[in-house]
Structure formats: C-alpha cells, structure tokens
C-alpha cells in the first residue's frame, strides 16, 4: 500500500510563512507528478501548484511569487514553501502523488492523496 503523509501546517500569522512537507512511502515504483491542492470551508478543492518528475512547475495565479513547489525524489518527499502568507490562503492543504506501484506482476499507476494539514493565517 502507499501512503502520503504531510506535515508543516499551522498558525501563522498574515505576512509569515510556513514549509509544508508531503513524505510518500510504500511499495513505489516510481513518482510521476507530485502537487498540493487546498479547500478552504465552503469552497472546492483547487490546486495551488504541482511538480513533474523532471522538476517543472506550475502555480495558481494566487500564489505566484509567494509559494514555492520543489521535490526531493530520492526520499518520495514534495514540498511546498508559503511566504507571504494570507488570511485567504487558510485551508486544509493536501499533496497528491501519480504513483506507479507493481499490483500482481503488473504496473499499476493512480492518484494517490494525502490527509491533508490545516493552514490558518490570521489577519
């Protein structure tokens, strides 16, 4: 089985920061593209940014230039640093794996999700 596990959240401040970290463990075959994702109360799941294996990113508009996505793909391991912070970037925030497993003699690749870590800026 695989499991995401993210860790780093908290309170904090409006101007401060935070480092989410996101650890994938299990029987990996490899990790394809890895992202955080937030859902405050009331609102839909969005996606703040997302790495490929390769290193390249991508980031919602309300986070470009505050938040940083980087991986470290010899330990399974994504995170995302937050700078500037916002009382609207409160949510709980989720990391997402597109893992490869071996199911039975056979390649098996699917989304995996953590349980995601609370965000809350105060203003």
């Known amino acids: 089985q695989v499991q995401l596990v993210e860790s780093g959240g908290g309170l904090v401040q409006a101007g401060g920061s935070l480092r989410l970290s996101c650890a994938a463990s299990?029987?990996?075959?490899?990790?394809?593209?890895m992202g955080w994702y937030r859902q405050a109360p009331g609102q839909q799941r969005e996606l703040v940014a997302d790495?490929?294996?390769?290193?390249?990113?991508n980031y919602a508009d309300s986070v470009k230039g505050r938040f940083t996505i980087s991986r470290d793909n010899a330990k399974n391991t994504v995170f995302l640093r937050m700078n500037s912070l916002k009382p609207e970037d409160t949510a709980v925030y989720y990391c997402?794996?597109?893992?490869?497993?071996?199911?039975?003699?056979?390649?098996?690749?699917?989304?995996?999700w953590g349980q995601g870590t609370q965000v809350t800026v105060s203003s």
């Open positions: 997402k794996g597109r893992i490869t497993t071996l199911q039975r003699m056979a390649y098996d690749s699917r989304d995996y």
């Open positions: 790495i490929t294996s390769g290193g390249s990113t």
């Open positions: 299990g029987s990996i075959v490899s990790i394809n593209g």
